[in-house]
Nanobody, 114 residues
Framework: VQLVESGGGLVQPGGSLRLSCAAS????????MNWHRQAPGKERALVADISRSGTTYYVDSVKGRFTISRDNPKNTVTLQINSLKPEDTAVYYC?????????WGQGTQVTVSS
């Protein structure tokens, strides 16, 4: 299993970013895909989930600002982040749970600062 994130960066409050995750090594269309984030000094936490059929889930703090989507033929999952706030600063990880084991990408840094 390999997950490779891209798209992070430094952005001003109110800005947008589009994070992408390229997945390989498993049958992508068979699994829910997730984005987690880990802010400095905090534990890694779920941000958004998308099911095999495209049903989405968001934690309350990002509802209306974040959009998760997937492209099964391309084995990619994307997180569109709008209206960024300083508290969104974190390392964002793409993840998948397969047979009870979590797999993670290397993460991509998102920094929101003026």
């Amino acid at each position: 299993v390999q997950l490779v994130e891209s798209g992070g960066g430094l952005v001003q409050p109110g800005g947008s970013l589009r994070l992408s995750c390229a997945a390989s090594g498993f049958t992508f269309s068979n699994y829910n895909m997730n984005w987690h984030r880990q802010a400095p000094g905090k534990e890694r936490a779920l941000v958004a989930d998308i099911s095999r059929s495209g049903t989405t889930y968001y934690v309350d703090s990002v509802k209306g600002r974040f959009t998760i989507s997937r492209d099964n033929p391309k084995n990619t999952v994307t997180l569109q982040i709008n209206s960024l706030k300083p508290e969104d600063t974190a390392v964002y990880y793409c993840s998948v749970a397969i047979s009870g084991r979590w797999y993670w990408g290397q993460g991509t840094q998102v920094t929101v600062s003026s």
